[in-house]
């Protein structure tokens, strides 16, 4: 509990007040603590999804199975269910965990490799450890991923239409990714001693390309998830 509770001062920290965050920022491996915070918030992350798959799909499918069962039937048939439920969420938790885990560490340690290189061959100096620790942090931008899981769940109870969904997926990225520009910048800033100009700037090379994948995304793999959530 007290973990949690730390992880979300820090988080309320980066999140309002992040030139502060940034300026009392105490360089330590990034291994620490911000290898944790970057962990429980691809974890917590996890939860919520596994919650939107196991409400959207398998309570979808396993509802039509039981509808016929009443009475002592039920009360026989229901501890076995609600132990395959369980089960199966475990199982949904463990794979999504794995996917979060790995992809969050991988493309935020990749943005902190590029930006270092970028300023390295600009000529400034600055840690690569301290920028693997910036980066980490800015996964904080990653927790409000939980509000499109509920959108999710709202649009496949019919009380939201897919169109409007995609309309509030594709402006939350775009608030998602503009905020850690923010973010990124400011680490670059206290990192390599380069002026506001220049950090936005360099900085703009990975913030193109979430935006570039969020084109991708957009095009290919939304008509893949009106099947699953409509």
Same mark, same amino acid.
């Given at each position: 509990m007290k973990m949690l509770q730390t992880y979300l001062s820090t988080w309320w920290t980066i999140m309002i007040r992040p030139i502060y965050f940034y300026t009392k920022l105490k360089e330590?491996?990034?291994? +620490?603590? +911000?290898?944790?915070?970057?962990l429980i918030t +691809?974890?917590?992350?996890?939860?919520?999804?596994?919650?939107m798959v196991f409400i959207t799909q398998l309570i979808a499918l396993g509802s039509p199975l039981i509808s016929d069962i009443k009475g002592f039937g039920l009360l026989v048939v229901l501890p076995v269910l609600l132990t395959l439920m369980l089960v199966f969420f475990m199982l949904i938790l463990l794979i999504l965990g794995g996917v979060f885990v790995s992809g969050f560490f991988v493309a935020l340690y990749l943005v902190a490799l590029v930006l270092h290189y970028i300023y390295s061959v600009l000529g400034k100096k600055g840690?690569?450890?301290?920028?693997?620790?910036?980066?980490? &942090?800015?996964?904080?931008?990653?927790?409000?991923?939980?509000?499109?899981f509920l959108l999710m769940i709202i649009t496949k109870r019919g009380a939201l239409s897919f169109e409007l969904?995609?309309?509030g997926y594709n402006f939350f990225y775009f608030l998602m990714v503009l905020y850690v520009y923010g973010l990124w910048a400011i680490a670059v800033r $206290?990192? &390599?001693?380069?002026?506001?100009?220049?950090?936005?700037v360099g900085t703009l090379?990975?913030?193109?390309g979430l935006l570039i994948f969020g084109l991708i995304f957009d095009k290919i793999a939304f008509s893949k998830i009106g $099947?699953?959530?409509?």
């Open positions: 330590e491996s990034w291994r +620490a603590d +911000a290898l944790t915070f970057l +691809a974890w917590l992350v996890t939860f919520f999804a596994t919650v840690s690569l450890n301290r920028m693997i620790q910036s980066t980490f &942090y800015s996964s904080a931008v990653l927790l409000p991923l939980i509000i499109v969904f995609r309309v $206290k990192n &390599y001693q380069v002026s506001r100009p220049l950090a936005f090379v990975p913030v193109l $099947k699953f959530i409509t």
